[in-house]
């Protein structure tokens, strides 16, 4: 079986079937990456996908071999989501606070494309939510996306140190959050 | 409300360990872990993934040959970029200043005279001017491209002396073995050694001159007049006094030097190279 890097350098010679491969190996893991990231919106999360594979595709000329395919196409996930919860942050600014309009500024959440999820899992779903971007990205790629320290400092371009650290953290104020909510009892 | 821990919590635990450090931190933090794990992904549709497939098909880049892919390949491609905009004029001048030396060599020479053969001496004129050159022709273009690429001013200055260097030595070395073809009386590794080195010390002497001045006329004029008194004395020197033999360079053409002249050449190329960021520097000052 090829690996995904021998796929990419196939795909920048055009092999469509190298295309299809790599595709379906990742668009389904993807997809549930980036649902994490915004707090659950599924119609959403299949756009941003969408959207990284085409920046992946324009962009294939630019990968150099042997560099980890995952980790280069995770970066670009990375980046999407966070260019769209800047929006949203720039969106929310614009509304006057007086108003008292409501926006959640990370997920856009829409109705119908926001699956119905028990309390308990809502509970988790708020907490992960309350992270800070930084610190949720580096909880999700860790502990559902499974990926190594390494691949994650790789992914996002920073020290291993510094993902530690994100985690750390970003453990510490989810155990505080599901306490609070009733999730989680020591 | 019950704490869940995950289960196939093993591989879970070794990820908190790496993360964490100490087993009570690990403890204390998988059911939390545990509780992140109940929140499960909706399965993705394969017609999704079918449709997101035909749509990236239209984005592919197109097929390319075995040679494209060479071509593509960073410095040939950097050396094709700059083989359309190095100065026509050089290429033009070196080919008719070859020819000239053919035609002259093949007409007048001598096998019994010690002197230059005609191609002998146009062969490091030439070199000088097409590598004094380099650094003169396009300058705005080299800048736009570095501003433009992530290819620094230094690598394109190499590719363009390779480029240059590389054209006049094969014109001078084709010149060379059809001398040696159609005059029986002229050995082609005496001929090809009593231009060769005098042209790489000269081509790597008219660059750094010209990076250096940021004169490509000083750069070749110079060239030619240290050549020029060489091949006049030279042929003077048995009954030369000193001043002609001073005047004469005696090792450009002479073979103990050769070494000497092909690491001068080198350290030339490479100072020059080297120089090329402060040089500009300093003329953006002066502007």
Same mark, same amino acid.
């Given at each position: ?68 395919? !995952? ?41 119908? @494309? ?23 990205? +580096? ?32 453990? !510490?104020? $989810?155990?505080? !959050? ?9 | ?28 933090? $998988? ?72 035609? +002259? ?25 097409? @590598? ?20 620094? !001013? ?9 480029? +240059? ?22 050995? $082609? $590794? ?98």
């Amino acid at each position: 079986m090829q690996t995904d890097e021998e796929l990419a350098v196939s795909i920048q010679q055009g092999n469509q079937s190298a295309l299809t491969e790599l595709v379906n190996r990742h668009h389904s893991r993807l997809i549930g990456y980036l649902y994490r990231l915004t707090g659950g919106n599924r119609g959403l999360a299949e756009d941003m996908a969408q959207e990284t594979f085409l920046r992946v595709i324009r962009a294939i000329e630019q990968y150099r071999y042997p560099r980890t395919f !995952k980790t280069w196409l995770y970066a670009i996930a990375t980046n999407i989501a966070r260019d769209h919860f800047k929006r949203a942050e720039m969106r929310y600014s614009m509304i006057d606070v007086d108003s008292n309009e409501y926006i959640n500024l990370s997920t856009d959440h829409q109705p119908e @494309t926001t699956l119905i999820v028990d309390a308990e899992t809502q509970g988790v779903i708020n907490a992960l939510m309350s992270l800070s971007e930084h610190q949720r990205v +580096v909880v999700v790629l860790r502990y559902y996306e499974g990926l190594a320290l390494q691949d994650i400092a790789t992914t996002l371009d920073i020290p291993v140190g510094t993902v530690k650290s994100r985690l750390s953290l970003g453990l !510490k104020k $989810l155990k505080e !959050k599901l306490e609070r909510s009733g999730v989680y009892e020591k | 409300m019950k704490n869940n821990v995950p289960a196939g919590n093993d591989k879970l635990k070794t990820l908190l360990e790496e993360d964490l450090g100490s087993s009570d931190a690990v403890d204390e933090y $998988l059911p939390i872990i545990g509780k992140l794990q109940q929140w499960s992904t909706p399965s993705s549709a394969q017609a999704i993934t079918d449709t997101l497939i035909t749509q990236l098909a239209h984005e592919l880049p197109a097929k390319q040959s075995h040679l494209e892919r060479v071509l593509e390949i960073y410095p040939i491609a950097i050396l094709r970029s700059q083989l359309m905009i190095v100065k026509r004029e050089i290429w033009i001048a070196s080919i008719l200043l070859t020819l000239i030396g053919l035609l +002259v060599t093949m007409a007048i020479y001598d096998s019994t005279s010690n002197d230059l053969t005609p191609i002998a001496i146009l062969a490091p004129i030439i070199g000088a001017i097409g @590598t004094g050159l380099i650094y003169d022709s396009g300058l705005e273009r080299i800048l736009e491209l570095e501003s433009t690429t992530r290819t620094s !001013k230094q690598m394109i200055l190499l590719a363009r002396l390779t480029l +240059v260097y590389g054209f006049n030595l094969s014109l001078s070395l084709l010149t060379s073995v059809l001398l040696s073809l159609i005059q029986s009386d002229i050995s $082609l $590794l005496p001929l090809i050694s009593s231009w060769f080195i005098p042209m790489t010390f000269l081509s790597a002497f008219a660059f750094f001159i010209s990076i250096i001045s940021g004169d490509a006329f000083l750069a070749w004029s110079l060239n030619i007049g240290i050549w020029t008194l060489h091949v006049v004395f030279n042929g003077q020197i048995s009954n030369a006094n000193p001043l002609t033999q001073y005047l004469s360079l005696q090792g450009l053409s002479t073979p103990q030097f050769h070494p000497l002249l092909l690491m001068m050449a080198m350290v030339l190329i490479g100072v020059a190279v080297w120089f090329t960021e402060q040089v500009e520097h300093g003329r953006g000052n002066v502007a």
